[in-house]
C-alpha cells in the first residue's frame, strides 16, 4: 500500500495527463467544454477515479460523458506513458456534483437575503407590543440592588 503523499502526488500528475490528453489528443466533436476537477486514487494506485465538470447544459455533460467513455483506453494509455509506476491505474469519469451543489447554496442564499430584507422592512415602522424597555425595575429593586451593589464594594475593597 502506498503512502498518502505519494498518492496524492501520483493523482496530481495523473489530473495533468489527463487534462493535456483532452485538450490535445481527444478529437471527439461530443467532449465539451470540459474542466478535470479532482482525481482521486485508491490506496493501492489501482483504480483514479477522475472528477470533472462542463460547462453547459445538461445535454453537454451527457455527449462529454459518452466522449469520455469512449476515450478511456486512449486517456489510460497516455497516464500509463506519463507515470513511473509498475502499473497504469483504471480510469473511472465520474461528473464533480459540487459546481450544482454551489449554484443550489447560493440560490438559497440569495432567498435567505431577500426574506431578510422583507422582514426588516416590515420590522423598520413597527412599534414594540410591550414596554420599550422589558427589563424595567420598579423602585423597591432598584433600591435593594443599589445597596447589594455598595455591600459588595465594600467587601472587595477589604481584601485587598
Known amino acids: 500500500m502506498a503512502d498518502s503523499t505519494r498518492a496524492r502526488k501520483v493523482a496530481d ?38 472528477f470533472y465538470t ?21 486517456i489510460r494509455s497516455e497516464v500509463g506513458k506519463g507515470l513511473t509506476i509498475r502499473l497504469t491505474p483504471t480510469i473511472e469519469f465520474v461528473a464533480d456534483a459540487v459546481p450544482a451543489a454551489a449554484a443550489e447554496l447560493d440560490e438559497l442564499l440569495a432567498r435567505a437575503k431577500a426574506r431578510d430584507a422583507e422582514i426588516a422592512e416590515l420590522a423598520r415602522d413597527a412599534d414594540p407590543v410591550g414596554d420599550p424597555d422589558p427589563y424595567r425595575r420598579g423602585p423597591d429593586e432598584e433600591a435593594s440592588d443599589a445597596e447589594s451593589g455598595a455591600d459588595s464594594g465594600a467587601q472587595d475593597r477589604s481584601h485587598d
Open 54 to 74: 462542463v460547462f453547459g447544459t445538461d445535454t453537454d455533460l451527457e455527449a462529454t460523458r459518452a466522449a469520455l467513455e469512449s476515450a478511456r483506453g486512449l
Open 13 to 50: 500528475r495523473i489530473k495533468v495527463i489527463v487534462a493535456s490528453t483532452l485538450e490535445k489528443r481527444v478529437k471527439d466533436p461530443r467532449l465539451g467544454f470540459v474542466t478535470v476537477t479532482d482525481v482521486r486514487l485508491t490506496g493501492d494506485l489501482q483504480n483514479a477515479t477522475v
